[in-house]
Every structure is written in C-alpha cells, then in structure tokens.
C-alpha cells in the first residue's frame, strides 16, 4: 500500500487535485479507507485535532506516508 502511496504522490494530476480538496472524498478513494479511518491513523500518529481538520488531502496524504515511514524505522530497532 506504501508503493500505492508513493505512485499518486508522484502523478502530478492526482498531486494537483488533493492540494485543492479538503473534503476526504479523492483520498478516501485512492486509499480505500473511509474518513473514521484516516483520522484514526493520523490521532495514532500524534497529529493534532486542528492538523486533522485543517489539512487539504495531499498534506494528510504526506502525513500518512511520513508516519508509516518513522513506523518502519522504529519496526527495525
């Protein structure tokens, strides 16, 4: 699901349109998660309530690729 991830981050179409969208719906299609869900990640991440509810879709998409990525570093210690 990383190499998906990565794969939308680097389409610059996709990139344009989750810079403009603040509702969730294009995220939640891309990753197949409903909002509960990449809320949920984000709280475990310790991302802030206002993070949350402020960020348009690529900056929570960037969110979740950072914290997965600290994940798989910790995972290795």
């Known amino acids: 699901s990383m190499r998906k991830l990565r794969q939308i981050k680097e389409q ?4 344009n349109l989750l810079q403009s969208k603040y509702d969730r719906e294009t995220l ?40 997965y990525e600290e994940y798989k570093v910790l995972k290795r210690n």
Do not use: G, H, W
């Open 12 to 15: 610059d179409e996709i990139r």
């Open 28 to 67: 939640m299609n891309l990753l197949q998660m409903d909002k509960v869900s990449i809320d949920a990640i984000l709280r475990n991440c310790q991302y802030s309530k206002s993070f949350i509810e402020t960020a348009n879709d690529l900056q929570i998409l960037d969110a979740i690729s950072e914290c």
